[in-house]
């Protein structure tokens, strides 16, 4: 199942760089694009498209500066083209499954990984309909599986096409590849920036549990540990999805259940771990905020409320329904 609403990034360690695109397209009643193009170098917008402004647009200013009018035109034409592939698409899907009325999903996540140290590379690709794993190729064994009954067709047909499966592996290896190492090269600066986490307690009330909340760090890999008595602990513990802020930083969190008695007995502390600094935080209460915390005025804790914008609404509703990560040209 791919979870909705939610939008997510691809971690990757600090030598490996990647170059993700994420297509989505809707119908029905909507009051939003139906169609929508995101693309992402190492977890960071770079460009964006959508079938309202009817243009592919940077963002990011190294993006603007370092490509000219002609690259957009293209990217703009490109875009264009596969929104008229994905309206027939969604009608095909939609047909598939049997569903003539109602808002439904199409979407497709692909791009490259690069080793800056190793020299490795890897590609992936995936589609997805209403929420649902759909189509994903497996470059390893160069096939096409599908999760589902109504995707057996297609997969058959692409796997049989082996000149379609050889342009796919060219893309991915090379390609995608180059387009990245580009992009990589012009956001060097901007990529290799990094920002310390803001770490928080936060409780709902007494009997809640405790979250440990990091926000504002960048890059995306960060690690959120909890500790009691000085031992790693992993009982009743849970933890969040990496999400995107809006100024291009990221927020995860994790909780803890834990008695007021038990917290009194022990010592329990959350530990956050990034490249830039380890952050530590003991569970006492001068640390936790809570509803009642009169000094920083009440605190929603249970869902982090984030600022968002169009591309986050929109990709989010069909972008991150992709669980593992896994084109069709360059845009």
């Keep these: 199942m791919w979870p909705a609403l939610l939008f997510s990034v691809t971690l990757t360690s600090a ?51 370092k490509e000219g009018a002609g690259y957009w035109d293209r990217q703009t034409q490109l875009a264009a083209g ?20 109602g808002v439904h999903t199409f979407q497709l996540m692909y791009g490259c990984e690069w080793d800056d140290q190793t020299g490795a ?30 995707g057996f067709s297609t997969q058959n047909k692409w796997n049989n096409n082996r000149a379609y499966l050889e ?32 770490v928080s307690l936060l409780q709902k009330s007494p009997s809640s549990p405790v979250v440990c909340h990091a926000t504002g760090f960048y ?50 502390s959350c530990v956050v771990k990034h490249k ?5 935080k003991t569970l006492t209460g001068k640390e936790i905020r809570t509803n009642e915390d009169q000094t920083g005025g009440s605190v929603r804790v249970g869902i982090i409320v984030f600022a968002v914008d169009v591309f986050i609404i929109i990709c989010v509703a069909g972008c991150m329904y992709l669980k593992k990560r896994r084109e069709d040209g360059q845009l």
Excluded at 122 to 150: C, H, I, N, P
Excluded at 220 to 242: A, C, F, K, P, Y
Excluded at 248 to 259: A, D, H, P
Aim: glycine share 6%; charged share 25%.
């Design 15 to 65: 030598s490996t760089h990647s170059l993700t695109y994420f297509f989505t397209a809707v119908s029905g009643d909507i009051d939003f694009p139906e169609f929508t193009v995101v693309g992402l170098v190492d977890g960071k917008r770079f460009i964006y498209f959508d079938s309202n402004i009817k243009k592919t647009v940077p963002k990011t200013e190294w993006m603007k500066q």
């Design 82 to 101: 596969t929104h008229h592939a994905f309206r027939n698409n969604i009608q095909a899907a939609r047909g598939l499954f049997n569903h003539s009325t």
């Design 121 to 150: 590379t890897d590609g992936f690709r995936q589609e997805g309909y209403d929420g649902e794993d759909f189509l994903t190729l497996d470059l390893k064994e160069m096939r096409w599986t599908s999760a589902v009954q109504e």
């Design 167 to 198: 342009g796919r592996r060219h893309y991915f290896n090379t390609v995608c590849v180059e387009w990245l190492k580009k992009y990589v090269e012009y956001g060097k600066s901007s990529l290799e920036k990094t920002v310390s986490p803001q």
């Design 219 to 268: 890059p995306s890999g960060v690690t959120i540990s909890w500790m009691r008595n000085e031992q790693e602990n992993h009982t009743d513990v849970s933890h969040g999805e990496l999400l995107p802020n809006e100024d291009g930083t990221f927020q995860k969190m994790s909780s803890i259940r834990v008695t007021p008695e038990d917290l009194k007995k022990n010592e329990y």
């Design 276 to 280: 830039s600094t380890t952050v530590r």
